[in-house]
């Protein structure tokens, strides 16, 4: 009981990027510029996407969802980073606190895994049965899809944040780290790890390589179907809408695999504190950007929005 009690009391701090003020302010300006850029990109796809009736297909409806899940995945770490930035890494998070960021950074993720698999299924549809499209990916169907990713990565996200805060910490209050991550926080438990460790690895291949396996899949057979494409134009239009996804889902994908499927034995706070940036603030900004890039329907939608002020 003494001992929980002294676990809740606890309140967790940042190490900061560096003992510089000046570079502090500098990496504060940096985050707050990409955080701003990552608002507006995503905020931008998702408005464009629900104003245009021509945008109002299954593939436009889970991008929507991506863009709004991006915005809510930075938010959740953002605001805290920024303040423990401009403090030099004094701003105190409770274990509550650190426990609900961890859970909605988990949460939100994780349905972002699992929504990259869905549009990649949407894909395969679109381009393997191009005829039965409607009828497959029908809107209830489309519904089901999206509340099913939030399901899993509630699933996903609750008991791994109970498991993490059911541990022991101690006088070590010093993530490092920018935002609660799981690897990061578990360092600091003074009890043994190691079936945490396990588990985490062991979810975290579960729910990484069932979505890859799922994308994996579905672009070997729409290879197969592109390929049999007699026309140029064809063979353009179905890589343009497939390429900006692949691009996306390697960022995504590569970025979460190094941080919670690299061996413990190899962990290193400052490279994984690196990482973390290119998923959590980078990735965001590229999402908005490889999209309306490589979609001409995208940029002709958006287009036509600026041409109206």
């Known amino acids: 009981m003494e001992e929980i009690n002294k676990t ?9 990027f560096s003992a510089d003020p000046k570079v502090q302010v500098v990496i504060f300006v ?29 593939m436009y409806f889970f991008l929507a969802n991506l863009a709004v899940l991006e915005i809510f995945y930075t938010s959740s770490i ?25 859970f909605f950074f988990v949460f939100l993720g994780g349905v972002d895994c699992v929504l990259l698999a869905v549009m990649a299924y949407d894909r395969f ?12 990916m029908s809107w209830p169907l489309c519904v089901e899809l999206m509340v099913g990713s939030l399901v899993l990565g509630f699933l996903l996200s609750l008991p791994l944040t109970i498991l993490i805060f059911h541990l022991p910490f101690c006088n070590n209050s010093e993530i490092y780290h920018f935002y609660c991550d799981m690897p990061a926080v ?5 009890a043994d790890t190691h079936v945490h460790q396990t588990a985490l690895y062991i979810i975290s291949f579960i729910v990484l390589s069932i979505p890859l396996s799922v994308i994996s899949i579905s672009y070997v057979f729409i290879v197969v179907a592109i390929l049999q494409i007699q026309s140029a134009e064809g063979h353009h239009r ?3 809408t497939c390429s900006s996804h692949i691009l996306v889902v ?26 973390s940036v290119v998923y959590t603030f980078i990735t965001p900004i590229l999402n908005p950007l490889i999209y309306s890039m490589r979609n001409k329907e995208l940029k002709d939608a958006l287009r036509r929005a600026l041409s109206k002020f």
């Open 30 to 58: 940096a985050f707050l510029v990409m955080y701003l850029t990552s608002l507006g990109g995503n905020a931008i796809i998702a408005v464009i996407v629900k104003i245009n009736h021509s945008l109002h297909t299954p």
């Open 238 to 240: 179905a890589f343009s």
């Open 125 to 136: 549809i679109a381009i393997c049965y191009p005829l039965r499209y409607t009828l497959i």
């Open 186 to 190: 578990m360092r600091l438990a003074c």
């Open 8 to 16: 809740a009391k606890i309140q967790f701090f940042f190490r900061p």
């Open 250 to 275: 390697l960022l995504q994908y590569g970025c979460t695999s190094f941080i919670y499927l690299s061996p413990s034995s190899s962990y290193s706070p400052e490279m994984d504190r690196a990482v």
């Open 78 to 102: 953002t605001p805290l980073a920024l303040a423990n930035l401009l403090s030099m890494g004094k701003t105190p998070v409770s274990i509550t606190g650190c426990g609900t960021q961890m």
